[in-house]
């Protein structure tokens, strides 16, 4: 049992979390020994749909509007008074500025006012750990794919705050990837969900897409030459007067099985290099049934196991925020009041607390 593991087990700390680094506000409050007590989320998809991805001066202002109901609706669901919170964690990066700083400020706000103390949690080390909050749980070390809107990352894992980054993309993000498939095919934002739901229709025959940088030794990812072959492939059908809906469906199918097939083959590197049989995935692409379905079947191939959070917690939640948070103020770890968030946050400069 892992430093954080067995203080978490001994002492008791209830922390509201709070996610608003792009489209969604999100909250939860999480107990280190009861779990998680309640959640919820506000997805502003509806209002980015009609701009085809997020605009941030509107997300900014959303946040505003919805943070604090959120906050207090979470409350009353839970049945706990301001009182009863004893520490609060909120997203200060990687995202967008003045998102994140809606968050920020609200966070330090009430933890001034209710004088407890207020951590800025990574993003990134919220989706890493939010695997954490199922049962069972994966324990330390492993290897975790990372895969989300803004990031692709295959990093070693041997207690929270002990990461080593294997591999990252060259390019763009898988998440990315999706969402400018979707884009290209015109089926609207976020592209991830559009681009697999069709996918289920899609003949897996018909096309067979380049599995990116799988030739080349090391972990690194690339996904843009992916995206430039389906552009093609969809002009390609245009040009033959074949830019139907069936079309559609069978590139949606050869793109997503090309980006399942990668990220495995990547991954079975990493578990190789680095002598580990756990694997974790986490991140908004971590829903993605293809993918998950081509990783179960590595892990049950190599007798391992895999792990990835509820599918409502791949994508951003509040939850992830209040368990990452929670795990660092019990280590001891807050912020003074003259706060910053980082719109840039490298992974590996957070301190091991465990
Ligand atoms: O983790 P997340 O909610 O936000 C970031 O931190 O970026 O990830 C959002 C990304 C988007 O690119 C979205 O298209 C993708 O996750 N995504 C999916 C699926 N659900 C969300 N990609 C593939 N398949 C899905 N089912
Ligand atoms: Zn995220």
Not at 86 to 104: C, D, F, H, S
Not at 169 to 194: H, I, V
Not at 314 to 322: F, K, L, R
Request: proline share 5%.
């Amino acid at each position: 049992m892992s430093t954080a593991e067995s203080t978490s087990s001994r002492q008791s700390l209830l922390v509201l979390g709070i996610e608003s680094s792009c489209d969604e506000t999100a909250v939860a409050l999480y107990d280190t020994q009861k779990g998680l007590l309640a959640h919820n989320l506000y997805s502003q998809v509806e209002l980015h749909a009609q701009y085809g991805g997020v605009v941030p001066e509107l997300a900014s202002r959303d946040h505003i509007q919805k943070l604090t109901p959120l906050i207090l609706q979470t409350m009353q669901e839970a049945n706990i008074e301001s009182k009863d919170i004893q520490g609060i964690a909120y997203t200060a990066g990687p995202g967008l500025m003045g998102a994140l700083l809606t968050g920020a400020s609200v966070a330090r706000s009430l933890a001034y006012a209710w004088r407890i103390p207020a951590i800025g949690v990574h993003h990134m080390e919220g989706h890493l750990l939010a695997p954490m909050l199922e049962d069972p749980k994966p324990q330390f070390p492993f290897i975790c794919l990372l895969v989300s809107g803004g990031h692709s990352m295959i990093i070693r894992v041997d207690g929270i705050g002990r990461y080593k980054l294997l591999g990252d993309t060259l390019d763009d993000a898988a998440g990315e990837a999706f969402d400018k498939t979707a884009k290209l095919l015109d089926l609207g934002y976020p592209g991830g969900p559009k681009v697999s739901n069709l996918a289920l229709q899609g003949d897996a025959e018909r096309y067979h897409f380049p599995r990116p940088m799988i030739d080349r030794p090391g972990l690194d990812m690339s996904f843009s030459g992916l995206k430039t072959y389906t552009l093609n492939t969809w002009q390609d059908a245009i040009a033959k007067n074949d830019a139907t809906e069936q079309t559609k469906a069978d590139i949606c199918r050869a793109f997503e099985l090309a980006v399942a097939d990668t990220l495995a083959i990547k991954c079975k590197r990493a578990l190789e290099q680095e002598g580990l049989n756990r694997l974790v995935v986490s991140g908004g692409v971590s829903a993605n049934r293809e993918i998950r379905a081509k990783l179960n079947t590595l892990m049950q191939k190599r007798r391992g196991e895999a792990f990835y959070p509820r599918l409502e917690f791949c994508t951003d939640n509040g939850a992830m925020i209040a368990y990452a948070g929670a795990q660092r103020l019990l280590a001891g770890e807050h912020q003074d009041l003259s706060f910053a968030t980082t719109p840039r946050w490298p992974l590996e400069a957070l301190t091991p607390i465990a």
